[in-house]
């Protein structure tokens, strides 16, 4: 087993299911203690009980500076220090926007934006004054392009993905990284409500690989990203997609050409 995380220490926000919980996984079974930040007291609770001591569990609305502000100097008293940083919190939104309400608007990028800029206001300066750090954020490839009636989420991510540029560029003097991964489609609660067997399907068709990825593969992203394995990779998005976007999304009309 790699040991890449032996005496690191890391915060994962939305870190009690989905892509975070699996990305806990990696970081504590690698060596690292970390921080697994939610807003879901009973699967906090589920992941103090199976880590123990390795993990710091904390109730935080990554939109609450005072919130990550805590989270933050929560995490330096338990374990010393902070070398990573999994801004992963997020939310949806659907809604044309003619009909959207701003407030609706407002919520997704106070949780998904806003809540990325937070963790990475209070978690710099301590990753600069210890020598460096490595940032992952949760970006999407729907910041990277359109869904119907989703603006909101598609604004929100597309903010994230540009953020993670300017950490990269303002900071990579200080030695802190910064990366950004994009899923698509990924088995997490989230989407998993939304999963009916006609849309399932249609997913199946539209990406190359034949289904949707699972939060372990885009936890295995994260890491490598959070890793000196990744040590000249900054400012950079990894698209992990199962090649949805490599499609130009025309119609196969050479299959009817062809046959």
């Known amino acids: 087993m790699k040991n890449r995380f032996e005496g690191k220490v890391a915060i994962v926000t939305g870190g009690a299911s989905g892509i975070g919980k699996a990305t806990v996984k990696i970081f504590i079974e690698e060596g690292a203690k970390v921080t697994v930040a939610d807003m879901d007291e009973a699967g906090l609770k589920a992941m103090k009980d199976q880590y123990g001591d390795a993990v710091l569990t904390i109730k935080v609305d990554v939109s609450s500076e005072e919130d990550v502000k805590k989270m933050v100097e929560d995490t330096v008293t338990a374990f010393g220090r902070l070398d990573i940083l999994h801004n992963n919190a997020g939310i949806g939104g659907f809604a044309l926007i003619p009909d959207m309400k701003l407030e609706d608007w407002r919520k997704v990028f106070a949780i998904d934006a806003d809540g990325v800029f937070l963790g990475c206001k209070y978690a710099i300066p301590v990753m600069k004054k210890q020598g460096g750090g490595s940032i992952v954020n949760t970006a999407s490839i729907s910041g990277l392009g359109a869904d119907y009636a989703m603006a909101s989420y598609n604004a929100a991510k597309a903010a994230v993905i540009n953020l993670t540029r300017i950490v990269a560029n303002d900071h990579g003097p200080d030695k802190i990284r910064c990366n ?80």
């Open 180 to 259: 950004a991964v994009c899923p698509g489609p990924i088995e997490t609660p989230l989407l998993k409500a939304a999963l009916t067997d006609d849309i399932l399907q249609a997913y199946h068709d539209a990406i190359p690989a034949g289904r949707v990825g699972k939060p372990e593969e885009i936890a295995t992203v994260v890491a490598f990203l959070a890793s000196d394995e990744s040590s000249y990779v900054n400012g950079t998005t990894i698209v992990a997609d199962g090649g949805l976007m490599a499609k130009t999304g025309q119609p196969p009309i050479a299959k009817k050409l062809m046959s």
